[in-house]
């Protein structure tokens, strides 16, 4: 059974920094690609960041380039998101993803809160 599960969620002031983990399981998981994606209420989910299985290639949407690192420690079957420079538009539920023989796979999200 796959599962992320994820933590390192909080509540932060603007330009507050936190770092979110994501744990895998059930998976190869040096053999899988994984992205962040964040959801704030009233908008579509999307895509915040990605990561090769390898970790030699990274994405970032641009709202979040230069301020946000996505990183993973394949020993450790974990990918982290390091968020500095938080904005009050950071603000959403994260969410861990990979993808795997037809299914996306979630973990359960974490709220990042960024406010005075």
């Known amino acids: 059974q796959v599962q992320l599960v994820e933590s390192g969620g909080g509540l932060v002031q603007p330009g507050g920094s936190l770092r979110l983990s994501c744990a895998v399981s059930g998976i190869t998981f040096s053999s899988y690609a994984m992205s962040w994606y964040r959801q704030a209420p009233g908008k579509e989910r999307e895509l915040v960041a990605s990561i090769a299985s390898s970790g030699g290639s990274r994405n970032y949407a641009d709202s979040v380039k230069g301020r946000f690192t996505i990183s993973r420690d394949n020993s450790k079957n974990t990918v982290y998101l390091q968020m500095n420079s938080l904005k009050p538009e950071d603000t959403a539920v994260y969410y861990c993803?990979?993808?795997?023989?037809?299914?996306?796979?979630w973990g359960q999200g974490t709220q990042v809160t960024v406010s005075s």
């Open positions: 993803n990979t993808y795997s023989w037809g299914k996306n796979y």
